[in-house]
């Protein structure tokens, strides 16, 4: 979408002040506020001989917007990819240009996705879409929680995908859907293009409509989940059969961590499929009746999962019941068997207490009499059969 050009009869030519726009940075604000207020007409002509040569600051910032012009050229060309199709054909397009000849088309339909945008990037592609200021405030802050919205003509959607490497890994995705277009916002650890729907290739899913395309986003982001739960569980049955065998404080310590990590699944996985029920029962004029019972069978999965959750949640809770058990199970063990060995020495004590260490000298040289050495095989006998009970009892 071509900018439209100043009109000749205006009484203020534009100001040389401003130097020349930015490739889609200096034009976003105008395009995203609207056109400019109209001089006043006092003012016209005694404004005219002021625009009469460049001022002194101009010559050093037209370079200056040059370089930032390229920079945000450039960073298109590698994070703007742009799927346009129409009449059955598909192309592949990159860069603001590209967009800027296609998106006016009416009867094409277009998939822009952005990877690691800049602020200067989103802000050229929302003025080139015509979407309102909020929803490119919205993607470029990256802190928002799972939510559909509806803003100026247009559906605003933020989802999470989620990954396992060691621990859990949650990315914002936004997704914006217009009559003609969607637009995905996302970093390099997300591929949309791995989605199942998509292995043939981006033009037989569009063709059916850009609302298909987004539901074959989501359902590819709701089935990622899957492979997360299942690592979980498997993470819960190594840490309960650590618990039983040897509980240790490294157990407690990734017992803590899993639960830190289930309170940041639930915090987008609880939303997000709200959202998913929101898509199935709420109009939204982006989305063909038809295509509703597509949407109805991912918020069925997002249910699915959060049935999932629950129980995580309680094997966690139910594993850390069991280890503090465990704990004092092994305590008590300790405790029984510092006492049986107590009643074992307190014997062997009691009778040397009262014979007196002072006959040991006179006994070593055989001087005591035989009774010495009955009471002290007596006493060590006692004291064999006392761990012999003991054992048998499993206190030693």
């Known amino acids: 979408m071509e900018p439209d050009p100043v009109p000749t009869g205006s009484p203020h030519p534009p100001s040389p002040s401003d130097g020349p726009p930015a490739d889609g940075s200096a034009v976003v604000p ?3 506020n609207g056109p400019a207020a109209e001089p006043d007409a006092m003012t016209g002509p005694a404004a005219a ?10 010559v050093h910032s037209a370079p200056a917007s040059a370089k930032v012009s390229a920079a945000l050229a450039a960073e298109a060309e590698t994070s703007l990819r742009i799927e346009h199709w129409r009449d059955g054909g598909q192309r592949t397009l990159v860069g603001l240009e590209a967009l ?3 998106v006016g088309d009416s009867s094409a ?8 945008p800049s602020p200067a990037l989103v802000a050229s592609v929302a003025a080139e879409l015509g979407l309102h200021p909020l929803i490119a405030e919205d993607i ?3 802190n928002q929680r799972p939510k559909l919205e509806l803003t100026d003509g247009h559906a605003h959607l933020v989802v999470f995908a989620v990954a396992w490497e060691r ?5 914002e995705i936004d997704m914006v859907v217009g009559k003609q277009f969607l637009l995905t916002s996302h970093t390099s650890s997300w591929d949309p293009r791995a989605a199942p729907h998509l292995r043939e290739g981006v033009a037989p ?3 059916r409509g850009t609302d298909y395309l987004l539901w074959a986003l989501l359902d590819h982001v709701v089935d990622d989940y899957y492979p997360v739960f299942d690592r979980i569980e498997d ?7 650590r618990i039983v065998s040897r509980p240790e404080a490294d157990t407690l310590d990734q017992l803590f961590s899993l639960k830190r990590q289930l309170v940041e699944l639930r915090h987008v996985s609880s939303p997000q499929r709200e959202v998913f029920n929101q898509l199935t029962n709420r109009v939204i004029p982006f989305i063909a009746a038809e295509h509703v019972i597509y949407f109805r069978d991912i918020y069925d999965h997002a249910v699915h999962l959060s049935d999932e959750y629950d129980g995580f949640r309680e094997l966690v809770t139910a594993a850390l019941d069991v280890y503090l058990s465990t704990v004092n199970n092994n305590l008590s063990l300790i405790m029984k068997r510092l006492t049986g060995i107590t009643v074992i020495l307190a014997g062997i004590g009691a009778f040397a207490g009262i014979f007196g260490m002072s006959e040991a000298g006179s006994a070593f040289r055989f001087g005591e009499a035989p009774g010495f050495w009955i009471v002290t095989l007596g006493i060590t006998g006692l004291a064999v059969l006392i761990a012999l009970v003991l054992r048998r009892i499993d206190w030693i």
Request: proline share 5%.
């Open 167 to 171: 621990e859990l890994l949650v990315e």
């Open 235 to 241: 993470t819960i049955d190594d840490l309960e059969d």
């Open 109 to 116: 339909r277009h998939w822009v996705d952005l990877t690691d």
């Open 100 to 102: 800027r000849h296609e």
């Open 49 to 58: 001989p002021a625009a009469a040569g460049p001022r002194k600051e101009d």
């Open 205 to 207: 899913v569009l063709a």
């Open 30 to 32: 105008a395009l995203l």
């Open 140 to 142: 470029l802050e990256k």
